[in-house]
């Protein structure tokens, strides 16, 4: 499987597919093969990504004490991994817990999301097999509750019927690393999702097995209510790991929802660009390149990558620069957007425009509005910036025509005419 490393350490992943991007987060008691019936359907519609969080399979083990750190460590790996925005997550298990947590923490980060066999949190009865198992583990390390675990993801009628997938799943769990699986399990014990739930704006499909006894219905019902306009679904016939009992519904109910939600999702919303109030109505993931391009017909900002790599899209976003492209609607309401056609007039050219001009740092002209936007967003804050800072600044700005040096003098020569201006 391929690898990327993250401060060193490795992270297990692996791509299929073509098309919208969708993130696969696996549970506490398995790893990511368990999603090898699931991904060829899904991978005929979606580019799937799953990956092995860290000590599972061949992800190094990272010290991770909560499932927020667990969804800021997958939040990096998605930027490693350059997807966008959009794309949207599935988990279960404890992925569903970090999925929760990923909206919560970095919900504009992701599109859609899809928790299976999740709660808000644990009464103290659930509370402590965590413990135990934490205890067990670090005592005499994973195998000692393969037992325990095989009991919590599967009913007893479907171990019966399928010894060769409990055989399988004991051999993959047998392997994780003893102190993450213990670090897990406690996050777990003290987790409380309840009181943040309601922040969550993505919207949301909430699944749960019909005989899930790890977290039940009841509990995977409190978390689709706590979210506004979430979903919740029933997995008939199912325990806590539906990608190995119903593998086929599990497709059909993901399917489903991305579809639906897609057609109903288009809203209006009311937004502020370059000083003046506007309502566009689209899906709220829209990327809000798309946005000003065609809504508010605002062509300054260019598409390059589509992937947020290029920087040809930048805008002000309350005075600082993101990519458009990876920006989705429904993070913009209540913020201010600048564009390109906002910071200057054809008859007073803001410093940054008419010092590109006059250094001559405009080759084919694709790149540059976003590389003066950027530069608009660094003389705000820093009056006198040095080369450093500017190629800083400018890094994730791509030019291919060879003006580097003219780019560099003609922000010195912006930021020299905004002090002088600045003092008359």
Known sequence: MPIIRLDGAAVEYRQDGGGPDLLLLHSLLTEMSVFDLVVPPLARRHRVTRLNLPGFGASSPVALNSGAEH?????????????????????????????????????????????????????????????????????????????????????ASFQAAHPEIVATRKAALARVDAECFARACLALAMLDLGPRLSGIRNPTLVLCGALDQTTPPALAREVASAI????????????????????????????????ESG????????????GRDCEVSADPNTPLLYILRNDLKLKGTRFGCGDGQCGACKVLFDGHPVQSCDTPLWSVPGHEITTIEGIGTESQLHPVQQAFIDEQAIQCGYCVDGIIMAAVALLEREKDPSDEQIVAVLDRNL??????MRILRAIRSAARAMRQSSKA
């Open 71 to 155: 969804a800021d460590h997958v939040a990096r790996v998605m930027d490693a991994l350059s997807l966008p925005s959009t794309v949207d997550v599935f988990g279960n298990g404890f992925g569903a817990f970090v999925a929760l947590e990923l909206a919560i923490g970095h919900g504009a980060r992701i599109g859609r999301l899809l928790a299976a066999d999740t709660a808000p949190g644990f009464p103290e009865a659930g509370k402590a097999p965590f413990r135990a198992m934490a205890e067990r583990v670090r005592a005499g390390g994973v195998g000692a509750i393969l037992d325990t675990a095989i009991g919590r993801m599967f009913p």
């Open 228 to 259: 506004s306009g979430a979903v919740y679904r029933d997995i008939e016939g199912c325990g806590h790991c539906p990608m190995l009992e119903q593998p086929e519904a599990l497709v059909s109910m993901i399917e489903t929802f991305v579809s």
């Open 263 to 274: 057609k109903r999702m288009a809203e209006a919303f009311r937004l502020r660009v370059n």
């Open 399 to 404: 030019c291919r025509c060879g003006t580097h």
